[in-house]
């Protein structure tokens, strides 16, 4: 295994921000300015967790705090 696929996870992930950034801009304008603005906002923040654990020996601990 590379170390690129190692944590498929991370690949998973990367394909669901894909997804869901383009989808929250389509929901309703009342639910656009706080649903989709929160999501936008946290997260790409939670990327940094795969991330993390991708390069840790610690990969399930870290996978269970996100």
Do not use: C, Y
């Amino acid at each position: 295994m590379s170390p690129q696929h190692d944590l498929p996870i991370f690949d998973k992930w990367l394909d669901f921000l894909k997804w869901l950034l383009p989808t929250t801009g389509k929901l309703p304008r009342r639910m656009r300015f706080t649903f989709a603005d929160r999501i936008d906002t946290l997260t790409p923040d939670r990327v940094g967790d795969p991330v993390e654990a991708r390069h840790s020996h610690r990969k399930q601990e870290i996978l269970k705090r996100a």
